[in-house]
């Protein structure tokens, strides 16, 4: 079997359109394009909903244009169309499933709403090949932390852990607000925490006591103690060491992330973890995940940062995914369901 499908993300501040081909093997990714209204929302440090949605709606058919200019593809050459259905902004989420429906009623081929976090995890199989089953994935988004056992991709994914409070991308984004340092904060906490001390203060690694559940995670504890730890140094009318601040901050959150990985692993006797979304492009992260994930004989796997933040391959790919399996399409009534959940890969 050989199919191309076009995937179409809106679930957030990217509008992106990938396009993949997929034989029995693995998706190979043909082309892709992405517009961000990211600058857009930089001066209210976070993403303004209503500004995400009018900023899909315009960059839509250009952005599927520029994805069938990139790959060398024709519109009648496309199988499928897969779109992010949830979770997501509503209005933004709208926006998407709108446009695939009306491109997969133009061309006449099915239409399949998939999820965004299965999609995240979909991404490496684009650059890895297929995910061994059962495989743990570690999602670390702006709206989600989450540990998962992915038994396959197009079926059967299980909540392992979650985060009890803010998710780790969203930790980097108000910590980065609290210093001043501008919207997303990941990449640039994660650029100054290069030049900065991991080991100058010892912030707190939430959820790792004895007691705690050993697979949740917990990051507004340290958000609060990183505001504290800046305001004390501001009463007392002491410059703040902002990259040694970023470094510490970083390396609580990779501590944790990693450490709870690796234990769920063992734990759950998988050998293979991927670490996907957004904060899986963090430079700290994928050290220590590689050393300790060596350490424990993990097999790890993380895609490249362009394909960890939100792009339309990997939900071409996750598209693929449910096409090979033989799953049902989606009806005319798709809808976005901003809090579906990820056990719910595909909508039928
Ligand atoms: O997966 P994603 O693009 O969108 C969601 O589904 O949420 O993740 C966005 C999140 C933001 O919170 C952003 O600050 C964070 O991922 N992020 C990073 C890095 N790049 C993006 N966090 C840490 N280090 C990075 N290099
Ligand atoms: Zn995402």
Redesign the pocket.
């Given at each position: 079997m050989t199919a191309i499908v076009l995937g179409i993300e809106s679930?957030?501040?990217?509008t992106g359109v990938g396009l993949v081909r997929i034989t029995d093997g693995a998706p190979e990714l043909l082309g892709q394009s992405l517009a961000s209204s990211q600058d857009q929302h930089a001066r209210f440090g976070g993403v303004v909903p209503e500004i995400a949605s009018r900023a899909h709606l315009e960059a839509m058919t250009a952005t599927v244009r520029a994805a069938f200019a990139d790959a060398g593809v024709d519109p009648r050459d496309v199988d499928a169309v897969a779109v992010t259905c949830g979770p997501?902004l509503a209005g933004a989420l709208l926006v998407g499933v709108a446009a695939a429906k009306a491109y997969a009623a133009a061309w006449g081929v099915p239409l399949f709403g998939v999820n965004?976090?299965a999609g995240?995890v979909a991404a490496d199989t684009l650059e890895h090949g297929l995910l061994p089953k059962p495989t743990l994935a570690l999602l670390?988004?702006?709206?989600?932390t989450q540990l998962l056992r992915v038994d396959d991709l197009a079926g059967a994914i299980i909540e392992v852990g979650t985060t009890v409070d803010d998710?780790?991308?969203?930790?980097?984004?108000k910590v980065?607000r609290l210093l001043g340092l501008g919207?997303?904060?990941?990449?640039?906490?994660?650029?100054l925490a290069a030049r900065g001390d991991p080991a100058a203060v010892r912030f707190p690694r939430g959820l790792t006591g004895p007691r705690d559940a050993p697979y949740d995670f917990s990051f507004s504890g340290l958000k609060t103690a990183v505001a504290r730890h800046v305001e004390t140094l501001e009463r007392a009318g002491a410059p703040i060491p902002v990259a040694d601040v970023c470094a510490s901050f970083?390396e609580a959150?990779a501590d944790v992330l990693t450490a709870k990985t690796v234990r769920a692993a063992a734990d759950l006797g998988i050998g293979t973890v991927v670490i996907?979304?957004?904060?899986?492009?963090?430079?700290?992260?994928r050290v220590l995940a590689e050393e300790r994930c060596a350490a424990a004989g993990l097999t790890l796997r993380v895609p490249r940062?362009g394909l960890?933040?939100?792009?339309g391959a990997m939900i071409a790919a996750m598209g693929a995914h449910v096409v090979v399996a033989g799953r049902a399409p989606s009806g005319e009534f798709l809808t976005g369901n901003p809090g579906l959940p990820v056990s719910v890969v595909h909508v039928p």
């Open positions: 679930s957030c501040d990217e997501g965004h976090l995240h670390v988004s702006g709206g989600h998710a780790a991308g969203e930790a980097y984004d980065a919207y997303p904060g990941g990449p640039i906490i994660d650029r970083q959150v996907a979304g957004g904060v899986a492009a963090n430079g700290r992260v940062p960890c933040t939100d792009n």
